[in-house]
Nanobody
Framework: QGQLVESGGGLVQAGGSLRLSCAAS????????MGWFRQAPGKEREFVAA????????NYADSVKGRFTISRDNAKNTVYLQMNSLKPEDTAVYYC?????????????????WGQGTQVTVSS
């Protein structure tokens, strides 16, 4: 078993920054790729960013490239999402997830563990 807990969400003005954290407990996910997804009201959950088990490979949705950065600290069993230049369309609940494999993946079906989510609201 394992648990993922997100933190760092909140309300920010457009152009601002937030840093999300995802802390794992109950088991280590150091051999798993990790990902961030988001879901806005009335929309499907969508891929945001993913990082391989070692941190050597990352992948981003086109909508966040150049603005968001995913990173991980396996010693702390924690994954981060640094979000800069935030836009109102980034408003969503952000979910952390652990992949079933070691390599980056963008589809939700590749992820077996999910956190409860943290709300990010960007005001215009």
């Amino acid at each position: 078993q394992g648990q993922l807990v997100e933190s760092g969400g909140g309300l920010v003005q457009a152009g601002g920054s937030l840093r999300l954290s995802c802390a794992a407990s109950g088991r280590a996910f150091s051999n798993n790729a990790m990902g961030w997804f988001r879901q806005a009201p009335g929309k499907e959950r969508e891929f945001v960013a993913a990082i391989s088990w070692s941190g050597g490979s990352t992948n981003y949705a086109d909508s966040v490239k150049g603005r968001f950065t995913i990173s991980r600290d396996n010693a702390k069993n924690t994954v981060y999402l640094q979000m800069n230049s935030l836009k109102p369309e980034d408003t969503a609940v952000y979910y952390c997830a652990a992949s079933r494999g070691a390599l980056v993946a963008v589809a939700t079906r590749n992820y077996g563990y999910w956190g409860q989510g943290t709300q990010v609201t960007v005001s215009s």
